[in-house]
DNA sequence: ATGGCAGTATTTTACTGA
């Protein structure tokens, strides 16, 4: 940790590892967090870049698939029960969530990583995946809270929770990110008593962590907020702040998503 | 509003994403 008294926690969906390890190692070197969720990392566990990542501190843990999805956890302390998969369809083959348990000095965090489907086109099978992804998501996160300790449900979520986490919200009307039924799945999982950090702190618009490759979306801050980390009580009460790290997304070549970061006191 | 961008696969475009 760069600070023994918290930790920080960050999510990112890097839009493929491979073509991102670069400005990845940059950004660990920079941010220097804990523990990163990454999503569509699109690759096999075997053509992760584990030795790179191990090499600037890290521990790696990854559920990886070819082409499209897989998700990775980063820690620079060990990983522990690290678990593949979201529980409640054995026919689920898209590499969407990883969780593992983090002992740090301060005491264990349990993590879970989500790359929750996007949905679109919305009278396609791909909606009824999304909203019974996000049903078995929250089924999973009642177990987890069951256990009264720190979890941080972290990743790409797919969800504009709010109006004013679009800066066009007409734009979204009618969009699997942003119809009644996501919403309305969206607020069944939090209210499992999971806290929206960003939202615990700030209450503004205009706070985005996605922004379109086209139509010069990033120039005219034509964003999203569908980035989140969702906390446990005994999480929440630890939250220290978060912020997002907006500044990746002019780098050269960036992924479309930038880090969300939420530090936790340990 | 769309898909103008970007990544991957096997490729000479198709698909996926949000």
């Given at each position: 940790m760069g600070d023994a008294a918290q930790m920080q926690i960050a999510t990112w969906n890097v839009n493929s590892v491979k073509s991102r390890l670069d400005l990845l190692l940059r950004w660990l070197d920079e941010a220097r967090p804990d523990l990163v969720c990454l999503q569509?990392?699109?690759?096999?566990d075997e053509a992760f870049p584990t030795a790179a990542i191990e090499d600037a501190g890290y521990s790696v843990a990854v559920h990886g698939q070819k082409t499209y999805n897989g998700v990775a956890l980063l820690s620079r302390f060990p990983l522990e029960d690290v678990t593949r998969g979201l529980p409640g369809d054995e026919s689920d083959e898209q590499a969407r969530y990883i969780e593992a348990v983090v002992s740090t000095p301060g005491g264990a965090v349990r993590v879970g990583g989500v790359y929750l489907p996007n949905g679109n086109p919305v009278d396609s099978p791909k909606y009824g995946y999304k909203l019974g992804f996000m049903e078995r998501l929250r089924a999973h996160a009642a177990e987890r809270l069951l256990l009264e300790e720190p979890f941080v449900l972290a990743g790409d979520f797919n969800v504009i929770p709010e109006a004013r986490d679009a800066r066009r919200p007409e734009a979204w009307v009618g969009d699997a990110l942003y119809l009644p039924d996501t919403h309305a799945a969206w607020r069944r999982l939090l209210a499992l008593g999971l806290t929206d950090a960003l939202r615990a702190s700030d209450d503004e618009g205009g706070v985005y962590t996605f922004w379109d490759y086209q139509a010069g979306a990033w120039q005219k801050d034509n964003g999203i907020r569908i980035d989140h980390l969702l906390l446990s009580p005994q999480a929440a009460d630890r939250l220290l702040g978060v912020r997002i790290d907006r500044h990746v997304r002019s780098w050269e070549r960036p992924s479309d998503h930038v880090p969300v970061v939420a530090e936790l006191a340990v």
């Open positions: 569509e990392i699109k690759c096999l």
